[in-house]
């Protein structure tokens, strides 16, 4: 699988036609949960707990979005915050849920201090980049600085549906 990385700027959602009969053979792909409104609301959701725009308060947050070859929707869930360190979010222990496989990760950079660029805000860190390529499912990097970006990168859709393996292939 090619590994996938390139910036997207969502000016609106678009029109959430889910696919029941191609999430039955193959897991979501990247373009599946930008067009999906369950997925975007999420990360939506994800960006205001962040309080994001605070130099003081704002955090990572970070979570996994869900799906099913039975359902024909999918699923984001944050991860609840344990500690207070700001710029901290494990996506190694997702929750386990009947019939869901993980299908992405997502976490938000927070634009608190000084940046020396500003591409930190939207771009994955080597960080990202390595724990992506162990987990084998795509990612993306939240953020809201001037405009909402979702950026994926890592691979463009989990391979496939493992019967034993709902949470990394």
Not at 45 to 72: F, L, Q, R, T
Not at 77 to 95: A, F, G, H, I
Not at 110 to 120: E, I, M, N, R
Request: charged share 20%.
């Amino acid at each position: 699988m090619a590994l996938y990385f390139l910036p997207v700027m969502l000016l609106g959602v678009l029109s959430c036609d889910v696919l029941p009969k191609l999430f039955a053979e193959f897991p979501p792909s990247v373009e599946d949960m930008l067009k999906a409104r369950e997925v975007i609301a999420g990360f939506d959701d994800a960006i205001v707990a962040s309080n994001m725009a605070d130099p003081i308060y704002g955090h990572e947050e970070c979570g996994w979005i869900y799906a099913s070859p039975k359902k024909p929707y999918m699923v984001p869930l944050r991860q609840k915050r344990k500690d207070t360190k700001r710029y901290e979010c494990s996506l190694s222990n997702p929750y386990l849920m009947p019939d869901m496989w993980v299908v992405a990760t997502y976490h938000i950079h927070p634009h608190g201090p000084p940046l020396a660029d500003l591409s930190q805000i939207w771009s994955p860190s080597a960080d990202d980049l390595n724990g992506i390529a162990s987990q084998g499912v795509p990612g993306f990097v939240l953020s809201a600085y001037q405009e909402k970006l979702y950026t994926p990168y890592g691979l463009y859709r989990r391979p496939k549906y493992d019967k034993d393996k709902h949470l990394w292939p």
